[in-house]
């Protein structure tokens, strides 16, 4: 079995990261359906003054560091007292192999009792992907491994349908600029709508992010949307699952 490449192990650099944690919830059922884990300083600083020290010769072992970091906070935040998933942001141009730069992963899982099948890995469209095989490769793999997908800030940044049209992960996540203001701007709604009607006849669950006003949620409702996320559902908190609050409902599922 691989160990990991070369280019994972770099002890050198430690990027001194924490995590914070966001919902996505399932607006059906109530529940949260995954935490999606945000990269922060440990002293609670956003992802940009953390991503500002990436470069293309550290982001390897910034990658692997992030994945460890989610797992490890998720665990100690109380996630295996509940269903959901955990969310793990990774950079795509920092994988060699795909099966040998997820050894680190599944040691981590391992090591902390996280059940891998909960796992989802999302990836951005806005990183140039400079090798499209290389990312289906990827999605592929990880497929066969149990672990699901999803394509973020869909709708923004490098070609998104070329992508869809290349390999199709389990998730997209439109891109905020979507969804904020929806309610109040027709070519969005019918941009969402499209999109969603493409993604269910592919087979692909569309997740919507940045919902920051009830206006927002309902629109996205009546569009059929079921997985939500933003700030009007919950915001980030540092080192712990925060409770979510669904419009006319409390609910909490942090321990």
Do not use: W
């Not at 692909?204 to 009830?214: F, Q, S, Y």
Request: hydrophobic share 45%; glycine share 10%.
């Amino acid at each position: 079995m691989p160990t990991g490449c070369q280019g994972c192990h770099s002890p050198e650099h430690d990027f001194g990261i924490a995590m914070a944690f966001q919902p996505i919830v399932d607006a059906e059922t109530g529940e949260v359906f995954a935490y999606e884990a945000l990269v922060r300083s440990q002293a609670g600083e956003g992802a940009g003054a953390v991503l500002s020290r990436v470069t293309p010769d550290n982001r390897y072992a910034f990658d692997q560091q992030c994945r460890v970091a989610a797992i490890r906070g998720a665990v100690a935040a109380g996630i295996l007292d509940t269903g959901a998933r955990l969310s793990i942001n990774f950079l795509p141009n920092a994988v060699y192999s795909p099966v040998a730069c997820i050894q680190l992963t599944l040691k981590t899982a391992q090591e902390t009792g996280f059940p891998t099948d909960r796992l989802l890995f999302e990836f951005t469209e806005n990183e140039r992907i400079v090798d499209t095989d290389h990312v289906r490769t990827i999605v592929e793999t990880y497929r066969r491994m149990g672990f699901a997908t999803a394509l973020d800030d869909f709708g923004a940044g490098y070609s998104g349908l070329a992508l869809l049209a290349r390999f199709q992960p389990d998730f997209i996540k439109l891109d905020m600029e979507l969804v904020r203001g929806i309610d109040a701007n027709r070519p969005r709604r019918l941009i969402v709508e499209g999109v969603a009607r493409m993604a269910e006849a592919i087979g692909i669950t569309v997740i919507a992010e940045g919902i920051e006003t009830l206006a927002e949620y309902e629109t996205l409702r009546g569009l059929g949307l079921r997985y939500l996320q933003g700030y009007l559902l919950a915001r980030p908190a540092l080192g712990r699952l925060p409770e979510i609050a669904l419009p006319g409902t409390r609910h909490t599922d942090a321990a």
